[in-house]
């Protein structure tokens, strides 16, 4: 029986499984190193700085759960708008599936919450600690004044860092401004202060130790991004022709005459992976598409006279000597649907009217006979300005010979910015034509904006011929 390893359930054959050991990634150089310095500046740049920006005396970006809207920019979206966040959605689905089926996992590797954060708790740690081997000599070495110092500053630095990440997330909920100057005078409210520390640490545990972990166990895309993938997708791959068989040479010597392939077994694109796979061994499914394996071994490459691509963004058929096709029927598709989507989004915010009139009939009374022998309806309406701006509103009546409308409000309907209203109004006809049922339209108009109109078509129920 083999020994037994902590942490690990022992059979007569050997453990079960074993404790997953810590990463240490190396630190790389190349295009794919700065495209994701670059995304990860970019991602958080805009995660932390859209929080303060103002648009017309409010926060730019604000959901405002209690208040039951959306601000996003000159936009104010309610819960009537549903079917805007359902587009929205839909519309990011597709994104996935798009760009998944050309190059694989680009969100992965780039913009993923988890990688943008990860990278940049790695950073920090890269910093404070050192390279991957003064990591490693680190964290095997006993605590020393030095290695008390790193650990604490690292510490330190990623406990602000999450602490800030996440009182800018509760500041999209709660205006970020206020919570600033609850916070500086410590004031802060049970339920802000419970959110702040729970994102934070999420932040903290997920970025700062969980890292590859979650990418490999919990994330569910990791299970699934196979089915997305077909011969002709763009995927981080090892030419196996060119480079088996392995072995060590001298610089600037050619492979073949020796016998070899152009890889010479160094396992930096190993040492480089975040999630600590071999991409010789094939495609993975805990491969996040960093394409730091690529930088590693072009570095290599470089310094041992050999072509660029032994690991590179390839298809499947390539790999194989066969034609690739980049524009299948398969990402038409894709593509087609969100052009449709976008531009019905794109279309429906353009012409949408923030302004929002639900008629209802009074059921207690289905008419009234009132002077002159015309015929009443009565009907309640619930008016929400939507807009940023008060309006004064002006409701017309039609559809009917004869109809007029008794309006108790006198045209003077008054709806603040991001109010409801409730009024009454009653419709009368001649009772000569108002017999059986018919179909009327009032209209909401908004007199300081003409263009801010909403016709709603309702009953109007006179005696039986």
């Given at each position: 029986?083999?020994?037994?390893?902590?942490g690990?359930?022992?059979?007569?054959?050997g453990?079960?499984?074993?404790?997953?050991?810590?990463?240490?990634?190396?630190?790389?150089?190349?295009?794919?190193?700065?495209?994701?310095?670059?995304?990860?500046?970019?991602?958080?740049?805009?995660?932390?700085?859209?929080?303060?920006?103002?648009?017309?005396?409010?926060?730019?970006?604000?959901?405002?759960?209690?208040?039951?809207?959306?601000?996003?920019?000159?936009?104010?979206?309610?819960?009537?708008?549903?079917?805007?966040?359902?587009?929205?959605?839909?519309?990011?689905?597709?994104?996935?599936?798009?760009?998944?089926?050309?190059?694989?996992?680009?969100?992965?590797?780039?913009?993923?919450?988890?990688?943008?954060?990860?990278?940049?708790?790695?950073?920090?740690?890269?910093?404070?600690?050192?390279?991957?081997?003064?990591r490693m000599?680190?964290?095997?070495?006993?605590?020393?004044?030095?290695?008390?110092?790193?650990?604490?500053?690292?510490?330190l630095?990623?406990?602000?860092?999450?602490?800030?990440?996440?009182?800018?997330?509760?500041?999209?909920?709660?205006?970020?401004?206020?919570?600033?100057?609850?916070?500086?005078?410590?004031?802060?409210?049970?339920?802000?202060?419970?959110?702040?520390?729970?994102?934070?640490?999420?932040?903290?545990?997920?970025?700062?130790?969980?890292?590859e972990?979650?990418?490999?166990?919990?994330?569910?895309?990791?299970?699934?991004?196979?089915?997305?993938?077909?011969?002709?997708?763009?995927?981080?791959?090892?030419?196996?022709?060119?480079?088996?068989?392995?072995?060590?040479?001298?610089?600037?010597?050619?492979?073949?005459?020796?016998?070899?392939?152009?890889?010479?077994?160094?396992?930096?694109?190993?040492?480089?992976?975040?999630?600590?796979?071999?991409?010789?061994?094939?495609?993975?499914?805990?491969?996040?598409a960093?394409?730091?394996?690529?930088?590693?071994?072009?570095?290599?490459?470089?310094?041992?006279?050999?072509?660029?691509?032994?690991?590179?963004?390839?298809?499947?058929?390539?790999l194989?000597?066969?034609?690739?096709?980049?524009?299948?029927?398969?990402?038409?598709?894709?593509?087609?649907?969100?052009?449709?989507?976008?531009?019905?989004?794109?279309?429906?915010?353009?012409?949408?009217?923030?302004?929002?009139v639900?008629?209802?009939?009074?059921?207690?009374?289905?008419?009234?006979?009132?002077?002159?022998?015309?015929?009443?309806?009565s009907?309640?309406?619930?008016?929400?300005?939507?807009?940023?701006?008060?309006?004064?509103?002006?409701?017309?009546?039609?559809?009917?010979?004869?109809?007029?409308?008794?309006?108790?409000?006198?045209?003077?309907?008054?709806?603040?910015?991001?109010?409801?209203?409730?009024?009454?109004?009653?419709?009368?006809?001649?009772?000569?034509?108002?017999?059986?049922?018919?179909?009327?339209?009032?209209?909401?108009?908004?007199?300081?904006?003409p263009?801010?109109?909403v016709?709603?078509?309702?009953?109007?129920?006179?005696?039986?011929?």
């Amino acid at each position: 029986m083999n020994a037994s390893v902590p942490g690990a359930a022992v059979s007569a054959d050997g453990p079960f499984y074993v404790a997953a050991g810590k990463i240490y990634p190396r630190e790389v150089r190349g295009r794919y190193a700065r495209l994701r310095g670059a995304a990860v500046v970019l991602l958080l740049g805009l995660y932390y700085g859209v929080a303060w920006l103002q648009w017309d005396a409010r926060q730019a970006l604000l959901f405002d759960l209690p208040a039951r809207k959306f601000h996003i920019f000159a936009l104010t979206l309610w819960p009537q708008d549903f079917l805007y966040l359902a587009l929205l959605l839909i519309i990011a689905a597709l994104s996935l599936f798009f760009f998944t089926a050309l190059a694989g996992r680009l969100w992965c590797g780039y913009a993923c919450p988890q990688t943008v954060w990860t990278e940049l708790f790695t950073w920090i740690e890269q910093w404070t600690e050192g390279t991957r081997a003064r990591r490693m000599k680190l964290d095997q070495g006993p605590w020393t004044a030095e290695k008390i110092t790193r650990k604490g500053l690292k510490q330190l630095l990623w406990i602000a860092l999450a602490a800030y990440t996440g009182f800018t997330f509760v500041g999209y909920f709660v205006p970020i401004r206020g919570l600033a100057g609850q916070l500086a005078s410590f004031s802060l409210g049970p339920w802000a202060t419970f959110w702040v520390f729970l994102y934070s640490l999420a932040t903290y545990g997920n970025a700062g130790f969980l890292r590859e972990q979650v990418c490999k166990y919990m994330c569910p895309y990791a299970r699934f991004q196979s089915a997305m993938f077909d011969k002709d997708t763009l995927v981080i791959s090892y030419d196996a022709a060119r480079g088996e068989p392995r072995g060590a040479r001298r610089r600037q010597t050619l492979a073949r005459p020796q016998g070899l392939g152009d890889c010479i077994d160094c396992t930096m694109c190993v040492q480089a992976c975040p999630t600590g796979i071999d991409i010789r061994h094939g495609l993975q499914y805990e491969c996040i598409a960093c394409a730091a394996c690529i930088d590693a071994c072009d570095e290599v490459m470089d310094k041992m006279g050999s072509p660029r691509g032994l690991i590179r963004y390839t298809t499947e058929h390539a790999l194989q000597g066969r034609a690739t096709h980049i524009l299948r029927p398969r990402l038409l598709v894709y593509v087609t649907l969100l052009l449709a989507l976008v531009g019905g989004l794109s279309y429906l915010l353009i012409v949408r009217t923030p302004l929002i009139v639900d008629v209802l009939r009074d059921r207690n009374a289905l008419f009234r006979e009132v002077q002159d022998g015309r015929i009443e309806n009565s009907y309640l309406l619930r008016i929400i300005n939507q807009d940023d701006r008060p309006h004064r509103y002006h409701l017309l009546a039609a559809g009917l010979e004869g109809l007029t409308l008794v309006d108790p409000t006198g045209g003077r309907i008054e709806v603040p910015s991001g109010s409801v209203t409730t009024v009454s109004a009653r419709l009368q006809a001649p009772a000569v034509v108002a017999q059986g049922v018919h179909s009327v339209t009032l209209a909401l108009v908004a007199q300081d904006a003409p263009r801010i109109a909403v016709r709603e078509t309702t009953r109007f129920i006179g005696p039986k011929s």
